[in-house]
């Protein structure tokens, strides 16, 4: 397998550059050789696709690409293009000359619908962008990116030019396991070029809860049909170095990979081990058996407890946990109120949140409605 790293892929506020140039420590020690740089909310990605970067943020690209290139890792930009091939060449082609030598085309979460007619269009323009910028490599990430065999998959391996790779996360957009027969059916499409989009440990579909547990579910012997791995992070870049180490741990542990040594090895590579019993509450949870964990409903004097040992920690890697932790205090403090009142129904409580989202977000505000159906107020004091 060739290409090991991430794609900042999700939805939500893009990373700060400094919080580029920070994972790209990390990468030498995670084995990590690619960074995909795709952020939805990037305006100049997606929204704005056909406008020039400015003076400025084209240096930041060149800046990163030229220390990326100085550890041997390859940066590749992405675009959500439209129907001009003109533009897109011209838009690609602003940071080709900065020295990036490889691109994507993302298609995913578009109006459209999947069918014949659109892999046919999509794969022409495709096909006609790698012919006018000889990139290194391109990337294709499909419109149906996940799931199973279609005809519009079908049209797309027929029109696509075969030197072209393809973006999948799996049997779902979220794959809580993706093993050897949910691989084969798009590897058969597409033969030596599916780069796998793992959607964890994002967390831009639901912003209220933070993943730190080990990657899990994954069969080895994937990597097989595989001519990639790029891992999409949380939105918090420093809390996502941890399920990123046992990520790596993952791709060097040739089948004697255990997710439990794993994330154990991750915090005390952060310092965290004294933390663990602490963390395992943001671990998947094993009620909904997913890759997006619950964050389990501590008592009121436990997080009394946890917060000033989680700003006890490391606060160059992992500040956000006291950010975290102190808005779901709040949340807490907020609902015992109301409790006590006794007069909270629904369109009250989407006021508060609302409300509490324009002071600066509850992180947790998802749990507050979960407080409502499953602990009492006695509970939470």
């Known amino acids: 397998m060739v290409l090991k790293g991430i794609v900042e892929g999700f939805y939500g506020p893009p990373y700060r550059w400094s919080e580029r140039f920070l994972l790209l420590e990390y990468f030498g020690e995670f084995g990590f050789n690619y960074y995909l740089y795709g952020p939805k ?14 003076p400025s943020l084209l240096k930041d690209f060149q800046r990163l690409h030229t220390e990326a290139k100085r550890q041997g890792i390859t940066l590749n930009y992405a675009l959500t293009p439209g129907d001009d091939l003109k533009r897109v060449v011209a838009k690609l082609g602003q940071l080709k000359k900065i020295g990036i030598e490889e691109f994507s085309l993302f298609f995913d979460d578009i109006e459209e619908l999947p069918s014949i007619e659109l892999a046919k269009n999509q794969a022409a323009l495709a096909n006609s962008v790698y012919k006018a910028l000889r990139p290194r490599r391109l990337l294709f990430c499909p419109t149906q990116y996940s799931g199973k065999r ?85 939105n918090q870049p420093r ?17 004697g990979y255990q997710p439990t040594k794993a994330i154990r090895l991750a915090l005390k590579r952060f310092g965290l081990m004294k933390h663990y019993p602490l963390l395992r509450q943001f671990f998947p949870s094993k009620l909904y058996q997913r890759m997006s964990p619950e964050t389990v409903l501590l008592l009121r004097r436990d997080w009394d407890r946890l917060l000033p040992r989680i ?27 109301y409790l006590d009142e006794k007069r909270v129904d629904g369109k009250e409580l989407d006021r508060i949140v609302i409300s509490r989202r324009g002071e600066g977000g509850l992180y947790f505000e998802n749990q507050v409605y979960n407080f409502l159906l499953t602990v009492s107020d006695r509970g939470l004091r």
Do not use: C
């Not at 989009?197 to 080990?214: A, K, M, T």
């Not at 700003?311 to 109120?337: F, K, Y």
């Open 239 to 255: 809390l996502s170095l941890i399920p990123l180490s046992t990520l790596a741990s993952w791709l060097r542990g040739k089948g």
């Open 150 to 234: 279609s005809p519009y998959l079908e049209a797309l391996s027929a029109y696509l030019d075969p030197e072209i790779m393809i973006l999948w996360t799996g049997p779902e957009v979220v794959s809580r396991r993706i093993v050897v027969r949910d691989i084969l059916p798009i590897h058969q499409l597409f033969p030596k070029r599916v780069i796998l989009w793992d959607n964890y440990p994002v967390n831009d579909y639901d912003r209220s809860r933070i993943f730190l547990g080990p990657f899990r579910g994954r069969e080895a012997r994937i990597l097989r049909y595989l001519s990639g791995y790029l891992a999409n992070p949380m």
């Open 41 to 54: 909310e990037d305006p100049y990605h997606r929204k704005r696709w056909d406008r020039f970067y400015p």
């Open 311 to 337: 700003r006890s920690w490391p606060s160059v890697d992992l500040w956000e946990g006291d950010w975290a932790v102190n808005n779901l205090l709040q949340a807490r403090d907020l609902l015992i109120r």
